[in-house]
């Protein structure tokens, strides 16, 4: 990267972690990335096409339609956050934007992202999205899956080092610290079917219900995995025949702000996903229910082809 590039990265990931903080303006996002105010904005608007102020207005006119569509906020309240002193300035603005007033907006929503020479937008709930560093397709997203397998396969191998013999051949209890707390076959199960369908809502610009997921009947799943499996199906085709997979987001939700890409994003959900079906494959099978044997994803993608 150059100069420019790095000085727009660091920029972005900026305003990212501090897009509520209205008194945050260029001065001090020149100050953080050690450089004058004048050449800064030279800098980020060389690579964005538009200066650091503007990204940030647009980014934030994207963040008010997309609130005025899901929340039920007073349109005064919604334009304060959005860094406007007035009602009438921010219906100004919007209706430059947007083409229609707020309250028509919000009656009648649309498509959220305002034209962008930069790529880059807000991304909901709370993030934003950056255009791609790097071309990944649905082959290199594979080997990179193989590649991370042998690479923690080898770190495993390190650490075991450091164990005695009667650690190392002593019977493992099974641990799912930082991932399920407390699993059953429900809650794992619950929680297969909620990670497809987090996805799918964050795409369609909606929240997700974690409340679904409390005691979840086994009716209540079957309905959400025949919408959310297929859905969920149809993005990750989109992603990979359209080449983005290595869309680029930062979720401003996370603390601190994390990026990743939609490549990164199936490959830890299979993760995930393949550890909690274990879980419930290992379980059934000590009911007495083990026709589904391990799992085994070989001979079923072989069967599919």
């Known amino acids: 990267m150059n100069l420019a590039t790095d000085t727009f990265r660091t920029f972005v990931d900026a305003l990212a ?10 001065a001090e996002f020149a100050r953080r990335a050690f450089l004058s105010r ?3 904005d030279r800098l980020v608007r060389a690579v964005a ?12 006119l994207e963040r008010a339609a997309y609130r005025l569509w899901t929340r039920a906020d007073g349109i005064l309240d919604i334009a ?6 007035s009602n009438e ?8 934007a947007y083409g229609v007033a707020p309250s028509a907006w919000r009656a009648n929503p649309r498509q959220i ?3 962008s020479p930069s790529g880059v937008h807000f991304h909901p709930p709370g993030g934003i999205r950056l255009p791609a560093r790097h071309e990944v397709t649905s082959m290199n997203l594979l080997v990179k899956m193989v590649e991370h397998h042998i690479w923690l396969v080898g770190e495993l191998l390190e650490r075991a080092g450091k164990l005695e013999d009667d650690r190392l051949d002593a019977p493992i209890e099974i641990s799912v ?3 399920d707390d407390d699993p059953t076959v429900r809650s794992l199960l619950s929680r297969l079917i909620g990670q497809m369908d987090m996805w799918n ?10 409340a679904v997921e409390q005691d979840e009947s086994l009716a209540s799943m079957r309905t959400r995995l025949a919408a959310a499996g297929p859905a969920f199906l149809a993005e990750v085709r989109a992603v990979a025949e359209e080449g983005r997979l290595d869309e680029t987001f930062i979720d401003a939700l996370c603390e601190p702000p994390e990026v990743f890409t939609y490549g990164g994003m199936i490959a830890h959900v299979l993760t995930f996903a393949a550890h909690r079906r274990v879980l419930v494959l290992g379980a059934l099978a000590s009911a007495g229910i083990s026709d589904l044997g391990s799992g085994d994803p070989g001979k079923w993608v072989m069967d599919a082809a």
Do not use: C, K
């Open 113 to 115: 992202q305002l034209p």
């Open 89 to 96: 300035a921010f219906t100004r603005a919007f209706r430059r």
């Open 177 to 179: 610290e930082g991932v």
């Open 38 to 40: 004048w050449h800064f």
């Open 49 to 60: 096409g538009e200066p650091p102020a503007s990204l940030r207005r647009r980014v934030l």
């Open 80 to 85: 304060i956050e959005a860094g406007y002193g």
């Open 201 to 210: 809502q964050a795409i369609a610009s909606r929240p997700y219900d974690w």
């Open 17 to 26: 972690t501090d897009l509520d903080d209205q008194a945050l303006g260029g």
